[in-house]
């Protein structure tokens, strides 16, 4: 069956420095796959996509994440992140008529 | 400004009360879907929409109903909600079964006592 783990329920990083939020997913063939993110009392905005072709997806935002087959993952990375980062992030896998989503990661920046 | 609009942003009930929440899109989007978002369970979906008087139940359907008379509009109604309905609510839309990314909507806070 299909899904999608986010190994990391909580990250704290220091304004400036670099971020990477894991994804991991199960599928047989090559999946859609997205990071969402949601600021607090906010709805889901999207970050970036990945269809198929170049592994590199670049986003919003300043957010990248790569993709990889051999290890069936797809994080997200940030070179330096910014206070209004603080936000939950979540990876979905698109599949048939639904969406599945991660149980998210929770992104705390400190000053 | 193209958008998903969720009404209302908060509401607070009591058990066996029905209620709606209504969920209305401005982009023309065929697909449109609710879902509920839970502390450490991630968002999961509660039903779909394919098109006008297409629905279809996702992972959580228990206790919930849904209609779709025209596109814009994709209405979630609890007929005798119950506390564990006590969830985050999202509606969203999108042209294509959610290939290109869906539109969310901000949110329905509810709160069932």
């Known amino acids: 069956a299909q899904s999608v783990t986010q190994p990391d329920i909580h990250i704290t990083v220091s304004e400036g420095a670099s971020l990477e939020l894991r994804c991991n997913y199960s599928?047989?063939?090559?999946?859609?796959l997205f990071w969402y993110v949601q600021s607090p009392g906010q709805g889901l905005q999207l970050l970036l996509k990945y269809f198929s072709g170049d592994t590199l997806v670049q986003g919003i935002k300043g957010f990248e994440a790569e993709f990889k087959r051999s290890q069936s993952s797809f994080n997200l990375r940030k070179p330096s992140v910014h206070w209004s980062d603080a936000a939950e992030y979540f990876c979905?896998?698109?599949?048939?008529?639904?969406?599945?989503f991660g149980t998210g990661t929770s992104l705390t920046v400190i000053p | 400004e193209a958008q998903v609009t969720q009404n209302p942003r908060y509401l607070i009930t009591v058990t066996g009360k029905k209620l709606t929440v209504t969920c209305s899109q401005n982009?023309?989007?065929?697909?449109m879907s609710w879902y509920r978002q839970d502390p450490g369970l991630g968002l999961r979906q509660i039903y779909y929409?394919?098109?006008?008087?297409?629905?279809d139940k996702g992972d959580v359907p228990e206790g919930y109903k849904v209609s779709r008379k025209e596109k814009r509009n994709f209405p979630l109604i609890l007929e005798s909600p119950s506390p564990n309905q006590t969830s985050l609510y999202f509606c969203?839309?999108?042209?294509?079964?959610?290939?290109?990314?869906?539109?969310f909507g901000s949110g329905t806070r509810l709160t069932v006592v």
């Open positions: 969203a839309s999108s042209p294509d079964r959610g290939r290109a990314g869906y539109t």
């Open positions: 929409s394919m098109n006008v008087e297409v629905t």
């Open positions: 982009m023309n989007h065929e697909y």
């Open positions: 599928y047989g063939a090559t999946p859609y």
């Open positions: 979905v896998l698109p599949q048939g008529n639904q969406f599945y």
